[in-house]
């Protein structure tokens, strides 16, 4: 259950937020997003955008809100989210610095529809595929009531960027290029890794004051 905790600080809100972000890299999706809707007019190229970030937006909040749910119905407990969200959250984050881009492999392994793009491959699993999804839910593991509205107020922001991202693929191709889009993967791929390795500290720190004192740590 949600608990009351003193209202997150500036440094957790900016955390969760970065870790959104790297996880979705919109600049990647956004060149991606340019390519397969090549040719399109105007109108048809903003519905697909507002859908794509529309799906992407309700599939994290999903898992934001049901995460609790899902631990309960399974029997996972909020630590086994940790280490597993730590690990995805990990590999992904080794394929932005040193493999294939996870956005292009994604897009590139979904045969769709040239006329229905928004919802599979862009919505999922290219903006919200595995990496953010675990990254969501080992956020939501132990949160105060405060902790997770900021957590949904990053989903939504994110959500309005993804949007603004795609609106402007063709113009942000443009200038980055193929060499630019690689560094900000890159980037993105390096702040993904020290979430990782967060979300796997933090799980470690937990196993350590359960074996301490396990009674302490039931109740909590």
Same mark, same amino acid.
């Given at each position: 259950?949600?608990?009351?905790?003193?209202?997150?600080?500036? @440094?957790?809100?900016?955390?969760?937020?970065?870790?959104?972000?790297? &996880?979705?890299?919109?600049?990647?999706?956004? &060149?991606?997003?340019?390519?397969? /809707?090549? *040719?399109? +007019?105007? @109108?048809?190229?903003?519905?697909? @955008?507002?859908?794509?970030?529309? /799906?992407?937006?309700?599939?994290?909040? *999903?898992? #934001?809100?049901?995460?609790? !749910?899902?631990?309960?119905?399974?029997?996972?407990?909020?630590?086994?989210?940790?280490?597993?969200?730590?690990?995805? !959250?990990?590999?992904? #984050?080794?394929?932005?610095?040193?493999? $294939? +881009?996870?956005?292009?492999? +994604?897009?590139?392994? $979904?045969?769709?529809? =040239?006329?229905?793009? #928004?919802?599979?491959?862009?919505?999922?699993?290219?903006? @919200?595929?595995? *990496?953010?999804?675990?990254?969501?839910?080992?956020? /939501?593991?132990?949160? =105060?009531?405060?902790?997770?509205?900021?957590?949904?107020? #990053?989903?939504?922001?994110?959500?309005?960027?993804?949007?603004?991202?795609?609106?402007?693929?063709?113009?942000?191709?443009?200038?980055?290029? =193929?060499? *630019?889009?690689?560094?900000?993967?890159?980037?993105?791929?390096?702040?993904? %890794? %020290? &979430?990782?390795?967060?979300?796997?500290?933090?799980?470690?720190? $937990? !196993?350590?004051?359960?074996?301490?004192?396990?009674?302490?740590?039931? $109740?909590?």
């Amino acid at each position: 259950m949600f608990h009351l905790r003193p209202f997150p600080t500036l @440094a957790f809100a900016l955390g969760v937020f970065t870790s959104l972000f790297s &996880v979705i890299n919109p600049t990647s999706a956004a &060149v991606i997003f340019s390519g397969l /809707t090549a *040719g399109w +007019d105007r @109108a048809k190229v903003r519905r697909t @955008a507002f859908r794509a970030s529309f /799906t992407a937006t309700c599939v994290m909040v *999903g898992f #934001a809100l049901l995460g609790k !749910v899902v631990f309960g119905v399974f029997g996972f407990t909020s630590l086994a989210m940790r280490f597993v969200g730590g690990i995805l !959250v990990m590999y992904s #984050a080794m394929g932005m610095l040193y493999g $294939e +881009d996870p956005h292009l492999k +994604d897009a590139t392994h $979904e045969k769709p529809n =040239s006329t229905d793009i #928004a919802v599979i491959p862009l919505g999922i699993p290219m903006l @919200a595929g595995p *990496g953010t999804i675990s990254t969501v839910m080992g956020f /939501t593991a132990g949160l =105060s009531i405060s902790e997770a509205l900021v957590l949904l107020a #990053a989903i939504l922001v994110n959500g309005w960027l993804i949007h603004m991202f795609l609106l402007q693929a063709r113009w942000i191709t443009g200038r980055l290029g =193929s060499t *630019g889009t690689k560094i900000v993967t890159k980037l993105m791929g390096l702040i993904l %890794a %020290a &979430v990782a390795m967060q979300f796997l500290i933090n799980g470690v720190k $937990e !196993v350590a004051a359960e074996i301490r004192n396990p009674v302490v740590a039931a $109740e909590i």
